[in-house]
Nanobody
Framework: QVQLVESGGGLVQPGGSLRLSCVASRSVFSMGWYRQGPGKERELVATMRNGGLTNYADSVKGRFTISRDNAKNTVYLQMNSLKPEDTAVYYC??????????????WGRGTQVTVSS
C-alpha cells in the first residue's frame, strides 16, 4: 500500500501561481497530478517517472512544471499563469511497479484549486 498526502491548494487570482506538493509513504515508479473540474471528467495534468521522463497535458504546457524529490518521495506541481479554467480538484497519483502482475496505482484525496478574481 502507498498513502499519498497532498497540500498546497487554495484560492488564487487569474495570472497567479500556486505550488502543490504530494508525499508518498514509500518509493514509487511514477508520480503525477490529475484534475477534475466542475462537471468534467478527471484528466491528466502532468506525470514524472523515476528517471525524469515527464508528460504534460497540452493545456498546461509552458505554465506548469512538475518535479520530484525522490529522496523524500515527493512530487511538486508549480502552477504559473493560472487561468479560471484551471479550477479543479487536483489529485496526486502514484504508480508502483510490481515484478509479477499489474502495476499498482494509488490516489490522494485531492486538493481544491480555485482561480477567480
Amino acid at each position: 500500500q502507498v498513502q499519498l498526502v497532498e497540500s498546497g491548494g487554495g484560492l488564487v487570482q487569474p495570472g497567479g501561481s500556486l505550488r502543490l506538493s504530494c508525499v508518498a509513504s514509500r518509493s514509487v515508479f511514477s508520480m503525477g497530478w490529475y484534475r477534475q473540474g466542475p462537471g468534467k471528467e478527471r484528466e491528466l495534468v502532468a506525470t514524472m517517472r523515476n528517471g525524469g521522463l515527464t508528460n504534460y497535458a497540452d493545456s498546461v504546457k509552458g505554465r506548469f512544471t512538475i518535479s520530484r524529490d525522490n529522496a523524500k518521495n515527493t512530487v511538486y506541481l508549480q502552477m504559473n499563469s493560472l487561468k479560471p479554467e484551471d479550477t479543479a480538484v487536483y489529485y496526486c497519483n502514484a504508480v508502483r511497479a510490481v515484478v509479477i502482475g499489474p502495476n499498482e496505482e494509488y490516489w490522494g484525496r485531492g486538493t481544491q484549486v480555485t482561480v477567480s478574481s
